[in-house]
Nanobody
Framework: QVQVVQSGGGSVQAGGSLRLSCTTSGYTTSSYCMGWFRQAPGKEREGVADIDSDGSIMYRDSVKGRFTISKDNAKNTLYLQMNSLKPEDTAMYYC?????????????????WGQGTQVTVSS
């Protein structure tokens, strides 16, 4: 059984930084794609960044140069370092792991989800 547990997030002023973490169990991060999605109120969930099993990384254009996705395979943990945050980054952020079902971002499809963590950026 795959479990995805998130931590981090919170509230910050524009220009600030936050770090999200996501630990999986029943799932080998080194073998599959992992990613971060977000959903703002009234909007659809969108892919933010993902990292494939071969280490290749994709970001959505609006976060390039500000967000960094990384993982520690020994700890089965995924991270999202978010710098230079903007009010438009405000959303619920979800960690996701690869599956045969679910939305696609980049080359991967995601079907296992964390519980979500709120990120709020004030101007």
């Amino acid at each position: 059984q795959v479990q995805v547990v998130q931590s981090g997030g919170g509230s910050v002023q524009a220009g600030g930084s936050l770090r999200l973490s996501c630990t999986t169990s029943g799932y080998t991060t080194s073998s599959y794609c992992m990613g971060w999605f977000r959903q703002a109120p009234g909007k659809e969930r969108e892919g933010v960044a993902d990292i494939d099993s071969d280490g290749s990384i994709m970001y959505r254009d609006s976060v390039k140069g500000r967000f960094t996705i990384s993982k520690d395979n020994a700890k089965n943990t995924l991270y999202l370092q978010m710098n230079s945050l903007k009010p438009e980054d405000t959303a619920m952020y979800y960690c996701a792991t690869e599956a045969w079902w679910g939305p696609v971002f980049g080359r991967c499809r995601f079907g296992y989800w964390g519980q979500g963590t709120q990120v709020t950026v004030s101007s």
